[in-house]
């Protein structure tokens, strides 16, 4: 009997917690694993008591879903989410919808949309933020693809989703194709930035100011009640507290060398792309692939001195300056990222509803934080505003920041700290608010060498400008032109 109101494949823990939520919720949910084990497992240890019902291959496992069926995919991104939709789609039917829950990249999704768009069946591409907290109790979900098949799952996802303070869902309709996937990859970039910006800061206080794990600690955790009061901030404060088994203090064990799963990657290459400096994200990939480098940075930290420490700021105030620095740098990258999603909508004609994703990322995923309301309450304000930097809030913010953020970094430099994402930040604002920047010698230099053209400023915009520097290069000029 077909009893089962959704299906997902793919029991690792994300998989396993989304499908206990949607029990929780009154759903009955049937259950697949490629190890046909893990299925067996699952209902004898964390769904034992429940509605879940295991399915031991395919045929039985579709069998059991109620029509439209609904099939999540929780598996690995790539090659496991093709090889799943190819044995799925010979059991399924016209109006059958599949969801890929995992996170790939949005190209794949948007082909995938179209592929089984032309088999009759609707795909949903979905980002999901919110680890295994998340996913048990209420993760953020960004779901894109075809928009026919939203109405079929929107109440099992808005019902399992994250809740901000006024009950809303931390789950919408972003857009068609890959657009889902794409916001979640920009979510993830952004994440990279903010992680990044955290150690910047901890780096500070630790190697200039000298304060121990404990004393960061308490610093992140009294930051917590002000303007960064978020997510990431609070599990700082608790990483730097949690010791090992003799007592010690576990962060101070872990070697210094970041992994990475390729989304903050993504989002640079998207970005490069699209012609958007989002800079941050960019210098926080770097960041982890410099840290990767970690036997050539030992042969080079016997070859080379840094400055002498010479500390001798307030320490208060400087902590302070640290404080401001992180919270304009925080500001700077999602104003980056926000320009990015915005070119993207562009390119590929998507509809984003930008504080609907502030919204969506308000609550429940890795970057939840009280600054994303007023993210959202600037769009609600004025829906066009390209940039968070025109935002009359932000100015203000910015404003308060700039002194300390500007001294934060200085003092950085001066003790041979390095601050790949505060000195971007702070680069890109003061790029950003030049009205006349050095590009004009640098159109002079690319027509010199290369006939590129130029506009001037004594001329509409538009028209474009060759000068025979030598005077024997003649008047032929490039035919590209990219501002």
């Known amino acids: 009997m077909s009893e089962a109101d959704i299906g997902l494949i793919g029991l690792a823990v994300m998989g396993q917690n989304l499908v206990l939520n949607m029990n929780d919720h009154g759903y009955t949910v049937a259950v697949f694993n490629r190890t046909v084990s893990k299925v067996d497992e699952f209902l004898e240890g964390p769904a034992k008591g429940t509605k879940v019902i295991g399915a031991h291959d395919l045929k039985e496992f579709v069998s059991k879903l109620k029509r439209p069926r609904r099939v999540m995919l929780m598996v690995k991104a790539g090659e496991p989410v093709d090889e799943f939709i190819d044995l799925l789609v010979p059991l399924l039917e016209k109006g059958d919808i599949i969801i890929d829950g995992g996170n790939s990249h949005y190209p794949d999704t948007t082909r995938r949309c179209k592929m089984l768009k032309s088999k009759g069946i609707y795909f949903i591409g979905a980002g999901i933020s919110g680890g295994e ?28 989703a994250a809740k901000v303070d006024t009950g809303e869902p931390c789950c919408d309709w972003v857009g068609d194709e890959g657009a889902g996937h794409y916001v979640k990859m920009v979510h993830n970039g952004i994440e990279y930035g903010d992680i990044q910006l955290i150690c910047e800061a901890y780096h500070l206080m630790k190697s200039v100011v000298g304060l121990s794990s404990s004393e960061i600690a308490d610093c992140f955790e009294g930051w917590n009640k002000r303007e960064l009061d978020s997510y990431l901030i609070e599990i700082t404060a608790d990483v730097l507290r949690k010791k090992d088994n ?31 400096p989002v800079t941050l994200i960019g210098e926080a990939v770097f960041a982890r692939c410099l840290s990767a480098m970690k036997e050539e940075r030992i042969a080079a930290s016997k070859k080379y001195n840094g400055p002498t420490p010479s500390f001798k700021e307030n320490k208060k105030q400087f902590l302070e300056n640290i404080f401001y620095g992180l919270y304009a740098s925080k500001i700077i990258s999602y104003t980056q990222g926000y320009m990015l999603m915005r070119e993207a909508a562009k390119e590929f004609k998507w509809k984003f509803n930008y504080g609907g994703i502030a919204l969506m990322w308000r609550g429940g995923c890795i970057i939840r934080s009280v600054f994303l309301g007023n993210i959202k309450k600037a769009f609600d304000k004025n829906p066009n505003l390209y940039s968070l930097l025109l935002d009359d809030f932000f100015k203000i913010e910015i404003e308060k920041c700039q002194q300390g953020w500007r001294r934060a970094v200085a003092t950085g430099a001066l003790e041979g700290i390095p601050m790949p994402c505060f000195t971007t930040a702070l680069s890109f604002f003061d790029g950003y608010r030049t009205e006349r920047l050095p590009a004009n010698l640098l159109q002079a230099l690319r027509d010199y060498f290369g006939a590129h053209t130029y506009e001037r400023i004594d001329n509409p915009r538009g028209k474009f400008f060759h000068t025979n520097w030598t005077g024997t290069g003649g008047k032929v000029s490039s035919s590209s032109y990219n501002a």
């Not at 007592?247 to 699209?274: N, R, Y």
């Open 246 to 276: 003799d007592g010690s203090l576990i962060v101070d064990k872990i070697l210094d060398v970041a992994g990475q799963k390729g989304t903050g990657k993504w989002t640079g290459i998207s970005a490069l792309d699209l012609g958007v």
């Open 133 to 160: 907290e998340g996913a048990r109790h209420g993760p953020s979900i960004m779901p894109g693809g075809d928009p026919e098949a939203w109405p079929h799952v929107k109440k099992i996802f808005q019902d399992i």
